[in-house]
């Protein structure tokens, strides 16, 4: 199996603090500067799981690094620089502590809930009668909490955004103006590459400077799910699983293993085959997604190359 890099300890000139999320390590640069170092690191049902994944961090970084270039110039981001294939350094920013999930088809999470009953998901009312992977009327934005690594993300109101004071009202309007435009680039892109959009969540932060940015990634695998466009309608017609490019296949191998996330249960063993069959799937799904060919970084050691990448950067770019 090629090396990957599931944890980081580096000690970059002038760092001031470090935080690590589910798969991204952040370093902080002299309270100015971030360096978010994508790990090979796999997450589920907001549970790390065991095994690293060959080329993820590279995978989610260059598609994000991507995204955040098509984007610009409808929503400002934090990002600066890509000094590394698995590093993005930006501006420092101050994270809302919501994820803006937006939705126009009913599938995953969403789906779930609506096979079991639910008809108001987030505060917003859905229709009678539809179907997994249907279309909705419209997109919504179903927001949810952005928790600490080892708690559960939780599914939020607009409403109750604002009445706990999570966002003020001013904010969180603009967080929506910015999640729809950008969610409706996604779609027009997404189209061109015979995709299909289905949903995506962004997160935002606020710069030192009081300007509201997206931070993270954006239109990746890991945070959004995309259906193939040419059997879409087929696939409904027939009631059919969609043929489609996300995580979602990981999340379906977890629950088919009676495992969806919960303290009493036992992470699934992940064979040496089967994170390959999930490298495989993530090379793939970057290659459908940004319709490039993928081009393998060395992994020899890979902690190595990053740490003289990014010292390089801020020597000589930052200083």
Known sequence: MTNTITQTNFLFDNQTSLYKGKVRDVYT?????????????????????PEGIPYKGQILNQIA??????????????LIACPDPNVMIGKVCKPFKVEMVIRGYLAGHAAREYQQGSRIICGVELPEGLKPNDPLPYPIITPSTKEDLGLHDMDISREQIIERGIVSLEDYLV??????ALYKRGCEIAQEQGLILVDTKYEFGKTNQGEIVLIDEIHTPDSSRY????????????????????KEFVRQWLLDQGFSGQPSQTIPLMTPAYVESVSNRYIELYQSILGTEFVKAPTDNIAKRIEKNVNQYLKEYLE
């Open 29 to 49: 640069i002299a309270d100015t500067y971030l360096v978010m170092v994508a790990t090979d690191r796999l997450s589920a049902f907001d549970v790390v799981l």
């Open 65 to 78: 690094a991507r995204f955040m270039e098509l984007t610009k110039d409808i929503v400002p981001n934090w």
């Open 175 to 180: 967080l929506e103006n910015y999640t729809r």
């Open 227 to 246: 259906f193939y466009a040419d059997t879409y309608l087929e696939c409904q017609s027939k009631n059919l699983p969609q043929k489609q490019l996300s």
